[in-house]
């Protein structure tokens, strides 16, 4: 005896969303909520092929790139027909502009854009990359030209960042298999079906698209206890929700719910705050020490994570890449910390030591605990999501590794994923370089200058998730977090310079400096012609990767998420979500 309402597709989330912006989006359930209602420009199938949504690329050469653009695309009253000169004029004067800052911006960077017809543009990049689409970078949403104008003629990033058409998604047309009708901005979204959604009358996607989509309305709730989404699940009052992996057996005896496993690219990892607001027990900051990390990595049992914390659904995590990627480096390429013999209180003391060797400040060890130069114990936090089941457990058990196999005094603490965000991960306050008229660096200001790897390095595009070198802080100090996993790209992992590619990375909330020449090992495999040859290209790199531990690399573990029975289009697969618009209940 079901409740399921099958006019509604609902599904819920832990905590609110901090934007609803398609320029300065980053998070990922946020993401989905976009999605509902304003598509991107291309997906990939469950055969990971290309499938067009608003616009089809072609190359020859990796290099120049054409963009044909789906005609009959419409904006919402007054902005009319999408064609190149949106998409033109949003990566020019907002991607590539000095100003806006958007979450697009390092995707951009370098590329000349070309206005070729009403609908075509082309893109040339420095270098050929044959694997562009699946880097996602070419990946835009549609935004109005006459929407942006007045911003970009003012530089107003504060105006664009807040501009309530672009919040609630008021332009998006037919854009999207539903209309935003609400977003409560502590709460989630409401929609309605879009009876003109554009790709009811595409002749190049699978036919069931073309009634698509199939539910009268969707909403997303948020409900902040992990409860109180099984038991809307249960219910029937949500469609899906995910299943903790201690359940999974308990959900797959209902007959009114299935259980898939979905493999997935986001990591469960241990951010470590290199920062000066980092590492709050003492003097000194041991995290920017490799062979500390490193003992920290050796501290931590995966496989007993896995087990205990997973019930077995992940894969140990040792390089920034997941097993099922066509560019995962030979195993006996990268060292295995916390497995085997790399695994244990004596080798991660042993490193721990090295460490202590490599600092200004005399950390040692008192017996089986770890103090600091006035004699006291080592003492750090955790942050996990606040109504996340999962992270705490997995908090507690990093807590209990790191105090028995290392001496660290580790407490457990929960926050609101937007809280975090927003105070302790980013800030939006930091200094900027000065620039000329044709925004040109004019000059850079001490406080983003700073030594590594023994060569002065300036930060000439500080971001809020790099806001400058290491003296450049959020608000709030911290040490570790579980509140985030990151997204490896297995499709295309040289989107993963984005983390990686210099201390001046675009995305380097931790503060973290490689000890290795990554911009150059990142270019080495740009040239590559083949998947081959960046294959090849990209072992030295993850090698690296997985001996700096630039994040404690813990587990990749799958998505298991649960389905009110009769829900079709959900598959165990990568691209579980591709078809979305045509899940319906049959």
Do not use: C
């Not at 709460?187 to 009876?195: A, E, F, H, I, L």
């Not at 560019?327 to 916390?338: A, K, L, N, S, T």
């Not at 809280?419 to 800030?427: A, G, L, M, Q, V």
């Amino acid at each position: 005896d079901t409740n399921t309402d099958m006019s509604t597709y609902s599904t819920a989330v832990s905590a609110s969303f901090t934007t609803l912006n398609p320029i300065y989006n980053t998070e990922n359930n946020a993401g989905n909520a976009i999605a509902r209602a304003l598509d991107q420009g291309y997906t990939f199938d469950e055969e990971n092929q290309y499938v067009p949504l608003l616009y089809d690329m072609s190359t020859e050469d990796g290099e120049v790139w054409t963009f044909e653009i789906r005609e009959g695309l419409q904006f919402s009253d007054p902005y009319g027909e999408v064609t190149a000169s949106d998409f033109v004029y949003l990566i020019q004067e907002i991607h590539q502009s000095s100003w806006a800052n958007s979450a697009a911006t390092t995707s951009w960077q370098g590329v000349s854009v070309e206005e070729t017809g009403e609908y075509e543009f082309q893109a040339t990049l420095e270098s050929p990359q044959l694997l562009w689409p699946e880097s996602f970078d070419p990946l835009l949403y549609p935004i109005p030209k006459d929407l942006l104008e007045p911003f970009v003629e003012e530089q107003d990033t504060e105006g664009l960042r807040q501009n309530e058409e672009l919040l609630e998604l008021q332009f998006a047309g037919n854009l999207g298999p539903y209309v935003l009708d609400e977003w409560q901005r502590d709460g989630g979204t409401q929609y309605s079906r879009n009876g003109d959604y554009y790709l009811q009358d595409a002749d190049d996607l699978p036919d069931v698209f073309n009634e698509a989509p199939y539910f009268e309305g969707a909403e997303i709730q948020v409900l902040g206890e992990q409860a109180s989404r099984l038991g809307a699940l249960e219910t029937g009052e949500v469609d899906q929700a995910a299943i903790p992996p201690e359940r999974v057996e308990e959900y797959r005896n209902n007959d009114e719910i299935y259980v898939n496993r979905v493999p997935q690219p986001y990591n469960e990892k241990i951010s470590l705050n290199m920062r000066d607001n980092g590492w709050t027990t003492g003097p000194g900051n041991m995290f920017r020490h490799k062979p500390f990390r490193q003992a920290m990595a050796t501290a931590i049992d995966k496989q007993s994570l896995i087990q205990g914390v997973f019930r077995d659904f992940a894969e140990t995590h040792f390089t920034w890449q997941p097993r099922f990627s066509n560019f995962y480096p030979p195993e006996e390429d990268i060292p295995q910390f916390g497995v085997g013999d790399r695994y244990g209180s004596e080798v991660a003391r042993g490193l721990a030591e090295e460490a202590f060797e490599q600092s200004e400040y005399d950390y040692s060890f008192d017996g089986e605990t770890m103090v600091d130069p006035d004699g006291n114990q080592v003492q750090l936090s955790i942050y996990h999501s606040a109504g996340q089941e999962t992270e705490q457990l997995m908090g507690e058990f990093i807590a209990q590794e790191l105090g028995n196999n290392l001496g660290i005094d580790v407490s457990v603490e929960a926050i609101d994923g937007t809280r975090f965000n927003n105070e302790y991960w980013t800030t939006t306050e930091f200094p900027t370089p000065e620039r000329n008229e044709d925004g040109e660096v004019t000059n850079v200001p001490d406080e983003l200058v700073d030594t590594v790897n023994g060569e002065e390095v300036e930060w000439t595009a500080p971001t809020a998730t790099n806001p400058g070198p290491r003296n450049v802080t959020a608000n709030e100090d911290w040490d570790m977090e579980i509140v985030f996993g990151l997204n490896t790209y297995p499709r295309n992992p040289l989107t993963n310079s984005a983390f990686f590619d210099g201390a001046t990375a675009f995305y380097n909330p931790v503060g973290y400096y490689p000890g290795f020449n990554a911009a150059e090992l990142f270019d080495t495999a740009q040239q590559a012609n083949s998947e081959e040859e960046l294959a090849d290209a990209l072992v030295e790199l993850f090698a690296n990767l997985a001996e700096e531990q630039p994040y404690i690399m813990l587990a990749f573990p799958d998505s298991t998420v649960g389905y009110r029975e009769g829900l079709e289009g959900p598959i165990e697969n990568f691209s579980n979500g591709w078809n979305l618009p045509a899940w319906r209940y049959e």
